[in-house]
């Protein structure tokens, strides 16, 4: 088995001659996790569909797990598996109906996938709730039974479209770290999400999409460097044209995301100094993170 | 366009039974109610129509009324059930469930996905129409043992009207055009086909369309069986119910791929 686990050479897609995927390219190595950022719209869900042979690409060759796809799609899926962005369990099932009702799906006898099941309600801490109805469920349970859902088939690699939006913080966290346990046993991941945090610390790689083309690609400290590399003042209050013009010589960049100012300064105890005095402002120094990547990369008309 | 093709057409001859096998999960749940609400309606049109209108038209085809009714409420009634699960109940998992999605990530094809529903459409059809058999056989309708052949040409029934109504959902953009359907399509087949009255009865120019529905090959078929006479054209009708499953069948396909793999 080679050790590359998705590559995309030159795939492109279009809707209604609107292009969603402008001849992409990219590498996924095994054992890797890899994200993909871009605003909605950007193709994020398109291309995971496409990995899945559930989008035939215009242009372009993809290949997952060695397979040619969508040409042998089917087979590659019996080695992946997928969260969807948008939940779609069986509500009127119970947690492990669900599990044994999908792992019939993959050709599994009864007893294969009711030996699994423990091991994967263990997983996603649903022992208690194994015959509890999924829509008893909160949101945050029925997410880790999709995932636990995906890995019935024991998956080599997981494709995870947005797998914690909406969720609150606590569940959120307990679904990085089962994502963790999962790299470190040797599983790729592929992932989109809106959160940067959980980008920078879930992903090995990643890439920025706008337009269903790459903007920007690497590790994401690497990238932080290269499009940030200083430290950020976030400014709260006040006219944001007002303060642009006050701090723009003092700055390397400023960017205005709604009604706060992103300044990008070298030496930020300089911007402070012309910022004294005024109270109507709050003023929070903060090392530079992915989100002022991504803001930087797709923000461009975020000023008006 | 070939890989296309493997896409939406079944993978081999057994991932359908998963499909099923969801279907029968979530059917058990609430299999009371279900099997009640299937026999009802067909069961009143039974009742109403034989004994109301029986007594006023005497034998029909030498046959008492309800006699003759029966084998024609048998295969409306596989018709509505085969369908409505279709159009209502595989839209659902379909559209707003979201159920074939997540099928569509496993190791099944969408033409698993569509087999596996019509299957159980079909066996949805079986289990409203030999439910109607039993009790018409209870009050001494149905001849036997002839009444067995019935029972295969339920399921037929059954696979040609939901394979229709696989390619009507796939075309509908949502629920509220279903209702189309059933009022423009349904229902004048059950009087066009022979389900109610006799055809004979009817001007020659509905007679040449009515011959051409499929509930009308159904009906041929299971009016015999159940009065214990002997089919006439059997080969063509089980012929034409053939046809009423298998070319829908790759119509649906196409237009499903279409609209769930753009
Ligand atoms: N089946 C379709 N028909 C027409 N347009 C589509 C289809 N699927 C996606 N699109 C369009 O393609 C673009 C990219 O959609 P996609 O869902 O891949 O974005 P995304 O990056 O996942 O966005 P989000 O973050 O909102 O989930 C959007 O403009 C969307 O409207
Ligand atoms: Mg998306």
Same mark, same amino acid.
């Given at each position: 088995m080679s050790n590359i686990a998705i590559d995309l050479t030159g795939v492109s897609k279009s809707y209604d001659d609107k292009?969603?995927? *402008?001849g992409l390219s990219f590498t996924v190595a095994a054992g890797e996790c890899f994200g993909l950022l871009g605003p909605n719209g950007a193709g994020k869900s398109t291309i995971t569909r496409m990995l899945l042979g559930m989008a035939p690409p215009d242009a372009g060759k993809i290949t997952v797990l060695g397979m040619p796809v969508p040409a042998r799609a089917r087979l590659a899926r019996g080695r992946i598996g997928v969260v969807p962005q948008f939940d779609n369990l069986e509500?009127?099932? +119970?947690v492990r109906e669900n599990l044994l009702v999908f792992g019939r799906y993959f050709g599994m006898s009864r007893s294969e996938i009711e030996a699994a099941i423990p091991t994967l309600l263990e997983f996603a801490r649903l022992e208690s709730k194994a015959d509890a109805r999924v829509n008893t469920l909160s949101g945050g349970m029925k997410r880790r039974l999709t995932l636990a859902r995906a890995l019935i088939n024991d998956p080599q690699l997981l494709v995870l479209d947005?797998? +914690? +939006?909406?969720? *609150?913080p606590h569940a959120r966290h307990l679904i990085w770290e089962r994502l963790r346990l999962l790299l470190a046993r040797g599983k790729t991941i592929i992932l989109t999400t809106h959160f940067m945090e959980e980008a920078e610390r879930l992903c090995d790689r990643l890439c920025v999409l706008d337009g269903g083309r790459i903007i920007a690609e690497g590790r994401p400290h690497a990238l932080i460097e290269e499009q940030i590399g200083c430290p950020v003042l976030e400014i709260y209050g006040g006219n944001p044209r007002e303060l642009r013009a006050l701090i723009n010589p003092y700055a390397e960049r400023i960017e205005v995301s709604g009604e706060t100012v992103f300044c990008y300064a070298t030496d930020p105890e300089q911007v402070r100094v012309q910022l004294r005095g005024r109270a109507d402002l709050r003023v929070l120094q903060r090392p530079p993170n992915l989100e002022d990547v991504f803001l930087r990369l797709t923000g461009r008309d975020m000023e008006n | 366009m070939v890989e296309g093709w493997a896409a939406a057409m079944p993978a081999n001859a057994w991932n359908w039974i998963a499909v099923w096998r969801r279907n029968y999960l979530a059917w058990k749940k609430i299999a009371i109610a279900a099997i009640l609400g299937n026999l009802a309606d067909p069961l009143i049109y039974l009742f109403a129509l034989g004994f109301g209108l029986g007594i006023m038209v005497g034998p029909v085809d030498g046959a008492s009324y309800i006699a003759f009714l029966a084998a024609g409420m048998v295969a409306a009634s596989a018709m509505t059930s085969a369908t409505f699960e279709t159009i209502y109940a595989a839209f659902g998992r379909m559209h707003s469930q979201r159920s074939w999605e997540a099928i569509l990530? @496993?190791?099944? @094809?969408l033409g698993d996905i569509i087999l596996g529903e019509l299957a159980w459409a079909a066996t949805k059809a079986f289990l409203a129409g030999t439910a109607i058999m039993i009790v018409a056989s209870i009050l001494g309708y149905t001849a036997w043992p002839s009444a067995l052949y019935a029972l295969p040409v339920v399921v037929l029934t059954g696979f040609a009207f939901a394979s229709l109504a696989m390619v009507v959902m796939a075309l509908?953009?949502? $629920?509220? $055009?279903f209702i189309f359907y059933q009022t423009l399509v349904l229902t004048p087949m059950l009087f066009l086909g022979g389900a109610v009255f006799p055809v004979s009865h009817l001007p020659s120019a509905f007679q040449q369309v009515g011959r051409f529905l499929p509930l009308a090959h159904a009906v041929d078929l299971l009016r015999p069986a159940l009065l214990g006479r002997p089919g006439e054209s059997v080969g063509l009708h089980i012929g034409a119910l053939c046809v009423y499953t298998v070319l829908p069948f790759f119509l649906s396909a196409a237009l499903l791929r279409r609209r769930l793999m753009p």
């Open positions: 292009v969603v995927v *402008d509500h009127a099932f +119970t947005e797998p +914690t +939006t909406g969720l *609150d | 990530c @496993t190791q099944l @094809t509908a953009p949502s $629920y509220d $055009y």
